[in-house]
């Protein structure tokens, strides 16, 4: 089995919207992981790619890319989405790609290190939507690593 099937099945698993979605893990790798999402189950009244659709495809590409270099974090950290800024750029007509964008080296290792010392950490992560070769979204989100024994001292 392929890391994109792996990583795609658990996305099916664990974020249904995923699958209902179509959505397809095109490449993974620690630096990038990229997405193909149909038009069809996707689509709006404007026969265009939903807006909610395009925020959800960009959210996954970013998510998926942390979810991949921390899946074998001895700390086995969940993450969550805090905040997120969705640009739409311009309309999406058909079958598109939603791509994360280089996670910047010393902003990862400071992730990194926050989970080693505190359990949680903070990171920005931006992905990109293209459709024939026009970048037609850009989004950014800050998501947030828990380690789980954080997690049931924070709900005490």
């Given at each position: 089995?392929?890391?994109?099937?792996?990583?795609?099945?658990?996305?099916?698993?664990?974020?249904?919207?995923?699958?209902?979605?179509g959505v397809?893990?095109?490449?993974?790798?620690?630096?990038?992981?990229?997405?193909?999402?149909?038009?069809?189950?996707?689509?709006n009244h404007r026969r265009t790619v939903f807006g909610g659709s395009a925020a959800a495809a960009a959210t996954l590409a970013?998510?998926?890319?942390?979810?991949?270099?921390?899946k074998?974090?001895?700390?086995?950290?969940?993450?969550?989405?805090?905040?997120?800024r969705m640009q739409y750029l311009l309309p999406i007509y058909g079958a598109f790609t939603a791509r994360t964008l280089p996670v910047d080296n010393a902003a990862w290792n400071r992730f990194v290190s926050?989970?080693?010392?505190?359990?949680?950490a903070r990171i920005e992560v931006s992905s990109s939507l293209e459709f024939r070769g026009h970048r037609c979204g850009l989004f950014s989100g800050t998501f947030v690593a828990l380690v789980e024994d954080c997690e049931a001292s924070a709900n005490q």
């Open positions: 089995m392929t890391e994109e099937s792996r990583v795609e099945a658990y996305l099916y698993r664990q974020i249904p919207l995923s699958c209902s979605m397809r893990v095109i490449r993974v790798s620690d630096a990038e992981v990229e997405l193909e999402i149909p038009l069809e189950p996707n689509i970013a998510w998926a890319v942390l979810w991949h270099r921390l074998e974090h001895p700390r086995r950290p969940e993450l969550v989405i805090q905040a997120n926050a989970i080693e010392r505190k359990g949680r």
